[in-house]
């Protein structure tokens, strides 16, 4: 059992660390509010050049509403997430532990680990699929033979490839 004063000492420091914590996450959250308040300047100031550059000045006020309602509906209604939706499925032959750049990576492109296979899966698109070829060259398995193998043979014939001799699916 520790001592009553060792106790005080160890709160004191955890108690000034969360303090240090907090004053970090406010002023994180200041820097995080005026790059905000900055972004949306910059974005009026493109958005003004961009409408003086195109003199919409003949378009009919209803017509150019109702095309800035459309394209805010399209804007608002799209996915949250970073990747596009891909129709390829992938797998990249790589541990959990990516440099942060190469996990950026495999996660922009919407795929995500999977521990029991040693890698990361997920659907992808061409242009992911050719991102993901060149920062990861062979530890990318083909598409295409995953694609074919599956149209080829059905998935409970596909699943019986994959598994191992002594295990069969019924």
């Known amino acids: 059992m520790q001592r009553q ?23 994180i959250d200041d820097e995080i509010s005026d790059l905000v308040a900055a972004n949306k300047a910059k974005i009026m100031m493109l958005v003004a050049t961009t409408f003086e550059r195109l003199d919409l000045s003949n378009v009919p006020v209803s017509t150019l509403l109702l095309s800035l309602s459309k394209v805010t509906a399209d804007t608002v209604h799209q996915p949250t997430s970073l990747a596009a939706a891909g129709n390829i499925p992938a797998f990249v032959r790589f541990g959990r532990n990516a440099s942060p750049s190469n996990r950026e990576l495999l996660v922009a492109a919407g795929l995500h680990w999977n521990g029991r296979e040693g890698g990361w899966v997920g659907q992808v698109t061409e242009a992911q699929i050719a991102d993901l070829r060149r920062t990861f060259g062979g530890r990318l398995e083909k598409p295409e033979a995953i694609r074919a193998e599956m149209t080829r043979a059905g998935p409970l014939d596909t699943l019986r490839s994959r598994c191992p001799p002594t295990w069969r699916p019924s």
């Open 5 to 27: 004063t060792t106790l005080v000492r160890e709160i004191e420091s955890l108690q000034a660390k969360i303090a240090v914590r907090r004053q970090d996450r406010a002023r």
